[in-house]
């Protein structure tokens, strides 16, 4: 099979399809990225020491959460697969079950935030900070159960082909953010001051709040209220949990090593200077806001190969992967272009400190480079996910991360003497590795899923 099999109203019609699927869940993914602002904004406004307990307490979070996120991505293909294959009455099955993951993972949540006090003192934290730290953990704690649950009827509404409640909840939960912050955290209507404490349970309403928004949303939906998500009851069904954590857990492992590759970046700026550690501060932001729409193009790209691999039409699912492996690239290189010609001027956006500025100007025009391969990685990954294959792309992912960029990193930066710069080249080294290796395993795998319809890459040794 070639990847040009097919008219070019056909190729257009999927960019078209891509697009209009992927649209919101940029935006989704924009207010996601938004709420972490206002908190470190609104903690910011009451001191250095309640900031540093909101960052220091959401790294911590964030891990964990992206591993439980990572589970739980194995809802959009499998519905995807379902729907596609005119199985629509199986797909309520697999949501239910996915919400027992959910709360299993809430367990995982609850051993990390036990485990955070003797984690602050192995990394040498700053003892003023531990309370205030763990308090905004056991805030967000609360919010747990109600977090996992909207992600798993949110990848039902992805893997049916609507995306749109990810952008419509999204907003919701920015605005109950930025109330809720502003009532706990400063003490409003009667209420106590919880400081940057009050940030942790400001969330946890967030999420209550969105999952009930989007209950009801699935309940009066057309064709999602079909489904009958929430007509009966289950208990945990170990053959469909199996299957669901067969696809999820490469995935939540391959986000935790990509979290772990940047934790150790950021850890090893540390041992530099403090200049390093602000000007790596900025440039890993502005990628991560840049990565919000080839992230959304790589969700896009799991549902709609997901639908074909249901089809088991594989001329559709290459297609599909095809598609949005290239819009990836292309938006990533109109950022790629803006990175490499205005990278001061960015700089002065985030500090007025001459030293920082420089330092941030460097690492952005290598976060220039940096957006190609990040593009090509996470839409290989998407790609290959609406083909269920997760456990090739994890082994990828640690080859790419922990054997070449942290190690390659290292070395330039501390044995060659390139400093900052030197881990950042690492970390492109890892992604481009990562971006290559994926995309091929893609092209192989759709490959031979046109010789063999009957080829699943899930189960391949």
Known sequence: MRAGDGSGTVWLTEVARTLRLAAPLVLGQLTTVLMTFVDTVMSGRLSAEALASVA??????????????????????????????????????????????????????????????????????????????????????????????????????????????????GVLGLGVNVVANYVLIYGKWGLPALGAIGCGYATSIVWWTVLAAIAVYIRRHSTLSELAIF?????????????????????????????????????????????????????????????????????ATTVRVGIALGRRDAVSAARAGWVGILLAISVQLVSAIVLFTIPELIGRIYSRDVEVVAMASQLLLLAAIFQLPDGLQVAGNGALRGLKDTRGPLAITVVAYWLIGLPSGYWLAFDRGLGPRGLWIGIIGGLTVAGVLLVARFRRQSCRLAANPAFVPERES
């Open 56 to 169: 220091a307490g959401a790294a911590i979070w964030h891990t964990a959460m992206l591993f439980g996120l990572g589970v739980l991505l194995a809802v959009p293909p499998s519905v995807a697969a379902l729907d596609g294959a005119g199985r629509r009455e199986e797909v309520a099955p697999v949501v239910r079950q996915s919400l027992w993951i959910g709360l299993a993972l809430t367990g995982l949540m609850v051993a990390v935030v036990t485990a955070s006090r003797p984690l602050l003192v192995a990394l040498d934290v700053d003892a003023v900070l531990h309370s205030t730290i763990l308090g905004y953990l056991q805030g967000l704690l609360w919010g747990a159960p109600a977090m996992f649950a909207f992600l798993s009827l949110r990848f039902l509404c992805e893997g049916m082909g609507n995306s749109r409640p990810v952008m419509y909840f």
């Open 231 to 299: 007509e009966r009851l289950e208990g945990p069904d170990g053959r469909r949990i199996s299957e669901l954590l067969r696809l999820g857990l490469p995935i939540g492992f391959t986000f935790f090593i990509e979290v772990s590759m940047f934790a150790g970046v950021a850890l090893l700026m540390g041992s530099i200077s403090t200049v390093a550690v602000a000007g790596h501060q900025v440039a890993i932001n502005v990628a991560s806001l840049t990565f919000m729409v080839p992230l959304g193009i790589s969700l």
